[in-house]
């Protein structure tokens, strides 16, 4: 395939939805293996929904997922203005032309006039079948029109649909889909009001305008496609039409229907790739970037929902997406949005990365928590604590699953930094495993660990089994009431190694007067 150029083409209302992500990627994806190019536009032709900050979001999440745009707003390129606000001049052109061929009209219906009409009249629609009978430049002719419009008085331009033709889109992932133009209204292209076109004009003469040759775009806009067909083929541009690419729905991970916030909310996972703080209401958005999600495994995860490159491999770099990805072979059907795969792809992620590589953030969360400690030491309770698994707090009760986060490694690593301070009696661990003669036993084994001269696990081992052989004694378990707190924790060598002679040595005679 010869120059495939395809545009992301968002619009500024709000936070960049998860969906919307993967839309962008699955552009990304064939743009680069077809060696063409990935432009970012911005449709912002609708000022009633534009919301601050929101560009500024969009540009800042494909910057860390690492998804890389050719041309567009704040890349510049040939083709600019890409944000559709600055483009208004160009759009009147093309307004002008399809007037100037019959093929669109001005309406002066006011709201209420249109409001009126829609409640006389069940399931009205400006179409074929109405428009002779409201107030437009078809009914009221050119001289009348002229008045109307030096007058001042608002006006919309309509696109006039011939009724009874079957209008086909040829769609990569759907095959051939037929509508009758019948159905269609004569949608509005363009508004005196703000002088500028609506999305359908300003986005097909925009495509048109960007050669762009390839529309992947999410299932929600499948209905507009025939409308478009029809535009390009009333300013002649037929040839050149962009090849059509909708997207599967992301669906609820439970249940039916499409994914949404609350989904998110609910059931604890975000739909944004950074936290969104949103500007009208104050509300704030969790985020894939500051849940702790890697970008790497958040695009893996993107990639393969909706589209899968068969056979069993799961983890794909990026540059294995764009060699395998199909776009021929996207499923038509929504894919469920599994967010506890997400989870698992991070882990996947997190563990093929070295442990010195996970440090820095456990160094800064341990920060966060008080704690100072070098990156070297964080590095080692990783390596100890990496393959364990945490219990947490859901709407259903407590959970458990396997360490997938950095943050997770609070929860499980805390006793590494901070001494246990009281015992809880009630523990089952403490309670079965801290006896009449733990004290004792402890004792005897602190007195053991004091005459150990070099602290490593090697002269530990050295020191304490032939003591256990010998006396028959099972010290392990109180020994990890006294340095842990409760029934969890690494191997117990590797634990007293890691805290130090003196520390241990503290811990053990705390939790003997303690317990007694
Ligand atoms: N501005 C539309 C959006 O917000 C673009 C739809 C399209 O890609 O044609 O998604």
Redesign the pocket.
């Known amino acids: 395939m010869n120059n495939v150029r395809v545009r992301f ?3 500024p209302t709000g936070a960049l939805h998860i969906g ?1 992500v993967r839309t962008a990627l699955y552009n990304y994806l064939f743009a680069r293996q077809h060696g063409g190019q990935l432009i970012f536009r911005i ?1 912002d032709t609708d000022s009633a929904r534009f919301v601050p900050g929101a560009e500024e979001y969009i540009i800042e999440s494909f910057r860390w997922l690492g998804i890389k745009f050719d041309e567009g707003v704040s890349f510049g390129g040939p083709h600019g203005p890409y944000r559709q606000s600055e483009r208004r001049d160009i759009y009147r052109k093309y307004v002008d032309q399809l007037l100037a061929d019959g093929k669109a009209y001005l309406a002066f219906d006011t709201p209420e006039e249109l409001e009126a009409k829609r409640a006389a009249t069940s399931n009205f629609q400006y179409d074929a079948g109405t428009r002779l009978s409201m107030r437009n430049s078809l009914t009221l002719g050119a001289e009348a029109t002229q008045q109307i419009i030096a007058e001042g008085h608002p006006y919309v331009v309509r696109f006039l649909i011939q009724p009874g033709e079957d209008v086909h889109v040829d769609d990569i992932i759907r095959g051939n889909v037929t509508i009758n133009s019948s159905i269609l209204d004569d949608k509005v292209l363009w508004k005196s009001a703000d002088q500028l076109p609506t ?1 359908h004009l300003a ?1 097909i003469v925009d495509d048109h305008l960007m050669e762009i040759t390839h ?1 992947i ?2 299932e929600e ?1 499948l209905p507009s496609a025939p409308l478009h067909v029809l535009l390009y083929r009333a300013f002649g541009w037929a040839d050149t039409m962009p090849r059509f690419a909708h997207l599967p729905l992301l669906l609820k991970p439970d249940g039916k229907g499409k994914l949404s916030k609350r989904d998110g909310d609910r059931l604890g996972f975000p739909v944004f790739p950074l936290e969104w703080h949103d500007p009208k209401t104050g509300e704030v958005s969790s985020g894939y970037r500051e849940s702790g999600y890697l970008p790497e495994a958040v695009i893996n995860f993107l990639a393969l929902l909706g589209w899968n490159p068969g056979g069993d491999q799961e983890i794909l770099s990026m540059d294995e997406l764009i060699e395998k990805f199909d776009l021929t072979k996207c499923s038509k059907s929504g894919a469920r949005f599994d967010y506890v795969k997400g989870q698992w792809f991070n882990r996947e992620y997190l563990l093929r990365k070295p442990d010195s590589e996970w440090a820095p953030a456990f160094v800064s969360l341990l920060a966060k928590h008080g704690i100072e400690t070098t990156e070297e030491r964080a590095a080692q309770v990783v390596a100890m604590m990496k393959m364990k698994v945490i219990e947490y707090q859901t709407n259903d009760g407590p959970k458990k699953r396997n360490v997938s986060f950095i943050s997770d490694l609070w929860p499980l690593c805390r006793f590494f930094f901070v001494a246990p301070s009281t015992f809880d009696r009630e523990d089952k661990f403490i309670r079965k495993n801290w006896r009449e003669d733990s004290a004792a036993l402890m004792t005897a084994m602190r007195d053991i660990l004091a005459a150990v001269s070099v602290w490593d696990i090697d002269h530990l081992k050295a020191a304490i089994d032939p003591w256990v052989e010998a006396t028959g004694c099972r010290p392990w378990n109180a020994w990890r009431v006294c340095l842990v707190g409760e029934g969890q924790g690494p191997d117990m060598n590797e634990l007293a190694q890691f805290l130090g002679k003196e520390e241990t040595l503290r811990r053990m005679q705390f939790a003997i007067d303690t317990l007694g």
Do not use: K
């Open positions: 083409a968002p619009s919307g449709e999305y986005n529309v775009r999410g806009w």
